[in-house]
């Protein structure tokens, strides 16, 4: 994998969607993820052994920020560990399965192409969470028409959350 636009050395990521995650044990889900799917740790934080907060790169774009569930269950941002489905982008599926498979990854959905052009494949993390990695970047943003609100208005887009068996 190479890096993407998204990441240049010495720059803050360009705004995009970030997944966040509560762990029962966060150092565990950080080592899996780097070493399974290849994330880059760009920053961990923490109080006493609690991973307060953790940042990790995905090198084609985007990331994850997660952290252990120690805060209470008046929290509003209180959920489940290991209650996420997560779908990665990548160019090369294939290699991001076999770095999954050498490194020992639960595979939920074995590789497989699909009717609307995703080449993927699922795989379930210690904690839980499922993340389905493939090629299919979405549907291109659509043209705005005279008098719409354009991308990103209420009613585009699809209640689906993403491909390869990823909840849609």
Known sequence: MTAHAAH??????????????????APT?????????????????TEGD????????????G??????????DDDPHATPAGAAVSFLVTHDSDAVYARARAAGAEVV?????????????????PEGNVWSVGQYRGQPTPTPTPGSAGPGSAGAGSAGVGPAGAGS
């Open 8 to 25: 240049q050395p010495g720059q803050p990521p360009v705004p995009t969607v970030w997944p966040c995650l509560h762990c029962t044990h």
């Open 29 to 45: 889900v950080i080592d899996w993820l780097v070493t399974a799917l290849g994330f880059v740790e760009t920053a961990r934080h």
């Open 109 to 125: 959905m074995e590789l497989h192409d699909t009717d609307y052009g995703d080449h993927g494949f699922s795989v379930r993390d």
């Open 63 to 72: 990331g994850v920020m997660l952290g252990d569930h120690v805060r209470g």
């Open 50 to 61: 609690s991973v307060v907060h953790a940042e990790l790169l995905w090198p084609e774009g």
